[in-house]
Nanobody, 125 residues
Framework: QVQLVESGGGLVQAGGSLRLSCAASGRTFSDYCMGWFRQAPGKEREFVAAISSGDRTDYSDSVKGRFTISRDNAKNTVYLQMNNLKPEDTAVYYC???????????????????WGQGTQVTVSS
């Protein structure tokens, strides 16, 4: 099991930027695919981005070109740099982890075993 703690959320104006961090502990971080998901009020949780243990990345169409996922295995941390934020990006953002092969990512919620508690991102218009 991997313990995950997100940070970096907050309130930002449209067009602004935020960087989310997710610190992991408990297992070998470098063996895991790490994902970011989000859930807006009244909506289902949705995939945002993922990064494999070999740094292959995947993004949802709604954030492609604006968000960047990265990882620092020495710090057991995954990041989500969010630029050009829009009001529709408002949600609770969750970090998640699943064991994976070197170049494999997944956008499927059910594939992820471990989840953080979430961090709120609010984008004002």
């Amino acid at each position: 099991q991997v313990q995950l703690v997100e940070s970096g959320g907050g309130l930002v104006q449209a067009g602004g930027s935020l960087r989310l961090s997710c610190a992991a502990s408990g297992r070998t971080f470098s063996d895991y695919c790490m994902g970011w998901f989000r859930q807006a009020p009244g909506k289902e949780r949705e995939f945002v981005a993922a990064i494999s243990s070999g740094d292959r990345t995947d993004y949802s169409d709604s954030v492609k070109g604006r968000f960047t996922i990265s990882r620092d295995n020495a710090k057991n941390t995954v990041y989500l740099q969010m630029n050009n934020l829009k009001p529709e990006d408002t949600a609770v953002y969750y970090c998640a982890a699943t064991p994976s092969s070197y170049y494999v990512t997944t956008s499927k919620i059910v594939a992820y075993n471990d989840w953080g508690q979430g961090t709120q991102v609010t984008v004002s218009s």
